[in-house]
């Protein structure tokens, strides 16, 4: 009696694994919340929401976009690892803003709180004003900074963010003094830019392509010039040694478990991998990545340790 005991546990705990196996197997086998923590409209939300599509054909399940910001996208970060760890509850995460937020010491959250699992693709830093500007080039709006130092103000995704450590690197090194003016997010600052309430936006290549009939883009910090803008210069051709951006990515609760943790990042792998999607990004002024969960503590490292020397250099930190 006591061995067919033994033989039924043992044969419950077999059955027990191959469902998990399957169950695994099968993800995603129900629709996935995919939580952006910024407003409509800009980056995250852009591509989210073409992922969302790619998603529905390639898995015949639905990809929930939602929209929650708050504290430079603080509020969903602090919020994650409260959420179920099942790989159905997936949020956007953004570099540099989860390593030097933390620093500032206004948000509930750390770094090492993060389970980023896939990063997918990289926008280069670009200054834009309205078409209405006085600023026809870099050399003008600098020249104006000098002339009246602190009289120029910057429109901006969050505070710690990429755009504000661009922003004080603009400062450094062009030489001038200007105040940096932050927004809920990329699409929360079009219509201050458009009115005319800053004078200028520190954003992103892929908002002045979407926003090129409207602004100006005087600068950007890639390797070389766009191709829908040939006439601009990268910051390397004014002088300043400047290529950088942010990159973008998805994150789950800690507590997920290891496996599910690299089933969200192959299907995240999947939907960058899809030829039509990336033509419509490259397009638009996204450079593509593909850091998927192995490599991410190799590469978590290697951006923090820059990061954290770059908010030294910009006198955001000690």
């Not at 919020?79 to 933390?102: C, E, F, K, M, R």
């Not at 004080?168 to 932050?182: C, D, F, H, M, Q």
């Not at 943790?261 to 039509?276: F, G, R």
Request: aromatic fraction near 8%.
């Amino acid at each position: 009696m006591r061995l067919q005991r033994i033989g039924s546990l043992i044969c419950l705990g077999i059955a027990a694994s191959l469902g998990a196996v399957a169950a695994q197997a099968a993800y995603p086998e129900k629709p996935v919340q995919y939580i952006i923590p910024f407003t409509p409209g800009g980056e995250s939300d852009f591509v989210a929401r073409m992922q969302s599509e790619v998603f529905r054909k390639k898995y015949n399940q639905t990809m929930v976009v939602q929209n929650r910001p708050g504290a430079g996208g603080g509020l969903v970060w602090a919020q994650l690892n409260s959420l179920p760890a099942d790989g159905y509850t997936i949020a956007g995460v953004n570099l540099p803003h989860v390593v030097l937020q933390p620093l500032e010491g206004n948000v509930q959250y750390k770094t090492e709180d993060l389970a980023p699992v896939y990063f997918y693709h990289y926008t280069a830093d670009a200054i834009v004003v309205p078409l209405s500007s006085p600023f026809k080039t870099f050399q003008d709006l600098v020249a104006a900074s000098k002339a009246k130092p602190g009289s120029l103000n910057f429109a901006g995704s969050g505070s710690f963010s990429a755009n504000h450590m661009a922003h004080e690197r603009l400062n450094k090194l062009a030489g001038i003094k200007s105040t940096y003016v932050p927004f809920k997010g990329t699409g929360d600052l079009l219509a201050s830019v458009l009115g005319g309430h800053v004078d200028a936006a520190m954003s992103y290549l892929p908002f002045a392509i979407q926003q090129k009939a409207q602004t100006r883009m005087l600068a950007v910090a890639s390797e070389k010039r766009h191709p829908q803008f040939p006439d601009v210069p990268t910051f390397k051709e004014v002088g300043l040694d400047w290529v950088d951006g942010a990159y973008r990515g998805v994150a789950v609760p800690k507590s997920t478990p290891p496996e599910i943790q690299k089933q969200v990042s192959d299907v995240m792998a999947a939907l960058n991998a899809d030829p039509e999607s990336r033509k419509k990004l490259a397009d638009a002024g996204y450079d593509l990545v593909d850091i998927s969960v192995d490599k991410m503590p190799a590469f978590m490292e290697e951006r923090k340790k820059g990061y954290l020397q770059d908010a030294k250099d910009a006198g955001l930190i000690k």
